[in-house]
């Protein structure tokens, strides 16, 4: 299995913003899609954003859409979510994904994951 590694996470107030980064094999983070989920304690893991890598094309959760960006720079092997006007009910553990294949939609399965990066927002 392929590794995936995000970076990024902290801690901030509400109002506040973080660019969330995931690096991995140029295979793996150039597949088909890719995209970032979250999971707060004692809730289900929800799909936030993906990005179909060979057009840029992406989606968003309702929750998100509007304050978040997802993007990647090929030549850094790298996709980002840039997170703006963060709320409270933001806070949870941010993966990154892979799946090898399209269509992206968030609740189709994705293959390879990250370890998790923590993003916490205070009130």
């Known amino acids: 299995q392929v590794q995936l590694m995000e970076s990024g996470g902290g801690s901030v107030q509400a109002g506040g913003s973080l660019r969330l980064s995931c690096t991995g094999s140029r295979y793996t983070i150039r597949s088909s899609c890719m995209g970032w989920f979250r999971q707060a304690p004692g809730k289900e893991r929800e799909g936030v954003a993906s990005?179909?890598?060979?057009?840029?094309?992406?989606a968003y959760a309702d929750s998100v859409k509007g304050r978040f960006t997802i993007s990647q720079d090929n030549a850094k092997d790298t996709v980002y979510l840039q997170m703006n006007d963060l709320k409270p009910e933001d806070t949870a553990m941010y993966y990154c994904a892979a799946r090898t294949r399209g269509p992206c939609r968030l609740q189709y399965e994705y293959n390879y994951w990250g370890q998790g990066t923590q993003v916490t927002v205070s009130s």
């Open positions: 990005i179909y890598t060979g057009a840029a094309i992406t």
